[in-house]
């Protein structure tokens, strides 16, 4: 790329009519001049090879994306981790880059998106081999196109009923799943002791030793059995992961049979399938995160879970289950809150809220310091042993959420509400004692 050339992927934000732009902010590190590496960036991921030979012609004024911001926070002697392919001498700078990139290139197509802004060109541009997608913003005029969760936060509450308090979901273990008798059971026992939502684990959808039509026939009737005892409106979310051309099916038959939310994992199943599911679905959609620890966890490659957070919610998923804090999920605190604040975010215009969901081995000990961190009660928290592991049983398990919370509530230190509280008492012993962060 000449000199001339490279000052064509390059503008200011007031040259511009950002509702016609996705922002982009990339961290990336290179060999070499970055302006030159920034505009190979953005050439890559819209207009490569912007004019044809002995043809007069420039596509970059309505095509190109283009460098708004270029920071080089630190230069070094070698990339952050080895880069054998890489070829080159000189210092390695790691930048910050911000890209305005026009939508109309791919439209709302989520599919589109990810392949300009994930795809080939932001990741085999050239002199770039170590390159992390860390944020996206999207203009009122793209959102538009999009309808998001159709029930959001509001709507989930409105269902069971909790105002109040965080959601209890209840992960029923072990995780691969039982027959659908014992499952069912399990399930009932824990909604009798206040569980809002009995869910299968992502690795379990219609396996032959527990087939969905027969798993849900079964929860179904569970859970009206304990809505009659407890009150109380109570949930069955049933996992219909699988091949895209049976989602439909998969709905159809676990909402007639009782369950009241779905799960998908997300990323296996694919944002575009989950967006039309959500066209068709009559019950709210949770996502699940396998395969994003694999995009997003090395620190200075790949994308940040932030930005798949946000493409969750634009999908249309009401509920967003994340990997949370705690040494068990390797993510960083910061990661954590910063997806938590993508499901609330209040930029997203009409889109409503997703419900965040923070898990990854926790119980009525880990209870607090989750909601310190969050800041708010719009969260769910997500047990598994917490709950079907307590030695009392799922129901001790569940009725030791609500003693936590209502401690919790009342300023009362946790450990001071155990003592006149069995369930609660033998959750600390169990699963370590409660401590705010």
């Known amino acids: 790329m000449q000199a001339t050339d ?3 992927f390059f503008a200011s934000a007031e040259a511009l009519d950002l509702e016609d732009y996705l922002l982009l902010d990339y961290a990336f590190e290179c060999r070499g001049d970055p302006e030159l590496a920034a505009a190979h960036l953005c050439s890559e991921q819209s207009t490569a090879q912007w004019k044809r030979v002995d043809v007069t012609e420039d596509y970059r004024p309505r095509f190109a994306a283009k460098v708004l911001e270029l920071e080089v926070q630190h230069s070094a002697d070698e990339f ?3 880069m054998p392919h890489s070829r080159g001498t000189g210092q390695v700078h790691h930048c910050h880059v911000r890209i305005a990139h026009p939508h109309a290139n791919f439209g709302p197509r989520l599919p589109n998106l990810l392949s300009a802004v994930l795809g080939e060109g932001a990741f085999f541009a050239p002199g770039i081999p170590l390159i992390k997608l860390l944020d996206i913003a999207f203009p009122a005029s793209f959102l538009s196109a999009f309808q998001g969760p159709r029930f959001g936060i509001q709507g989930l509450r409105e269902q069971l009923k909790v105002y ?4 209890f979901f209840g992960v029923i273990k072990p995780n691969i799943g039982l027959t659908p008798e014992p499952f069912a ?5 824990a909604w009798l002791g206040g569980l809002d939502i009995a869910k299968d684990d992502e690795m379990l959808a219609d396996p032959e030793w527990s087939p969905l039509t027969e798993r849900a026939r079964l929860l179904g009737a569970a859970r009206t059995r304990a809505e009659q005892n407890t009150g109380t409106p109570k949930i069955y979310l049933a996992n219909i992961t699988d091949e895209v051309d049976r989602l439909i099916e998969l709905h159809d038959t676990a909402v007639a049979a009782g369950a009241g939310a779905l799960m998908l994992n997300a990323w296996p199943l694919g944002l575009s399938a989950a967006r039309m599911l959500n066209q068709h679905s009559k019950v709210p959609l949770v996502a699940h995160f396998p395969v994003m620890a694999a995009m997003t966890r090395v620190p200075f490659f790949g994308v940040h879970s932030r930005v798949l957070t ?3 919610r634009l999908a249309g998923f009401d509920v967003i289950i994340m990997p949370g804090f705690g040494e068990r999920m390797m993510t960083p605190s910061e990661e954590v809150c ?3 604040e993508a499901c609330l975010d209040p930029s997203f215009g009409q889109l409503k809220p997703s419900l965040p969901v923070p898990g ?3 119980s009525a000990a880990t209870l607090e310091a989750v909601y310190r961190q969050v800041g708010s009660t719009d969260f769910g928290f997500v047990p598994g042993r917490g709950v079907f592991g307590h030695p009392g049983g799922p129901t001790a398990g569940a009725k030791s959420l609500h003693q936590a919370w209502n401690a919790i509530a009342a300023g009362i230190p946790v450990a001071q509400a155990a003592s006149q509280q069995p ?4 959750a600390l012993e169990t699963f370590g004692s409660a401590t705010a962060p």
């Open 423 to 426: 369930e609660l008492q033998a």
């Open 164 to 167: 109040d308090r965080p959601i």
């Open 360 to 362: 990854g081995s926790d």
């Open 310 to 312: 946000k493409l969750q």
């Open 338 to 340: 910063a997806c938590i």
């Open 185 to 189: 059971e399990l399930a009932y026992q």
């Open 80 to 82: 952050s981790i080895p």
């Open 6 to 8: 490279v000052r064509g």
